[in-house]
T-cell receptor, first 111, second 113 residues
Framework: GEDVEQSLFLSVREGDSSVINCTYTDSSSTYLYWYKQEPGAGLQLLTYIFSNMDMKQDQRLTVLLNKKDKHLSLRIADTQTGDSAIYFC???????????FGAGTRLAVHP | DAGITQSPRHKVTETGTPVTLRCHQTENHRYMYWYRQDPGHGLRLIHYSYGVKDTDKGEVSDGYSVSRSKTEDFLLTLESATSSQTSVYFCAITPGGSGTEAFFGQGTRLTVV
């Protein structure tokens, strides 16, 4: 299977919480990342978590890491229309000089 | 702004023609990467470089070559473009070293007709 997997689409109502999930098969012991891509733009780093942490909170964003299950999630509280974008998780591949990206989850926020 | 410039931003080319995309950085970072983005596949690594004249293949390198004769420029060449290479191409750098936070260019939208 793919090294990094994400569901492709998520639809939420404005004001609700969004949870985007990511599973991976292999990772070096460093940082794991979440990127955001708005239409017509490149990827921007949204947040990250170090591999020895279980949780990181940054304003409306909460990242959870379950190393045993190789599962990473991004929770966006009080989701707004401006949060509509594609979200990518990225994991450094052990032994290689590169980040491996998931396919991206398209978040659609509706009124 | 991580000082990454991609050129051209858009290009339409015919099948069988050679195409070169340029990535230019202003910060003299060692690691540079070329990705392609396709619906349902996310970003897939084509080639990367860890220094001048030091390059290696990524997961989808067939049909592509790269060159890095100067620290600031990383060129991606499609020797003979095919329709399957229609994609959006992103250049990235990792100032912190390999496998660290990546900064991306704005992308090049390539259409092969």
């Amino acid at each position: 299977g793919e090294d990094v997997e994400q569901s492709l689409f998520l639809s939420v109502r404005e004001g609700d919480s969004s949870v985007i999930n990511c599973t991976y098969t292999d990772s070096s012991s460093t940082y794991l990342y979440w990127y955001k891509q708005e239409p017509g733009a490149g990827l921007q780093l949204l947040t990250y978590i170090f591999s020895n942490m279980d949780m990181k909170q940054d304003q409306r964003l909460t990242v959870l890491l379950n190393k045993k299950d190789k599962h990473l999630s991004l929770r966006i509280a009080d989701t707004q229309t401006g949060d509509s974008a594609i979200y990518f998780c990225a994991v450094p591949k052990s032994g290689y000089n590169k980040l491996i990206f998931g396919a991206g989850t398209r978040l659609a926020v509706h009124p | 702004d991580a000082g990454i410039t991609q050129s051209p931003r858009h290009k339409v080319t015919e099948t069988g023609t050679p195409v070169t995309l340029r990535c230019h950085q202003t910060e003299n970072h060692r690691y540079m990467y070329w990705y392609r983005q396709d619906p349902g596949h996310g970003l897939r690594l084509i080639h990367y470089s860890y220094g001048v004249k030091d390059t290696d293949k990524g997961e989808v390198s067939d049909g592509y070559s790269v060159s890095r004769s100067k620290t600031e420029d990383f060129l991606l060449t499609l020797e003979s473009a095919t329709s399957s290479q229609t994609s959006v191409y992103f250049c990235a750098i990792t100032p912190g070293g390999s496998g660290t936070e990546a900064f991306f260019g704005q992308g090049t939208r390539l259409t092969v007709v």
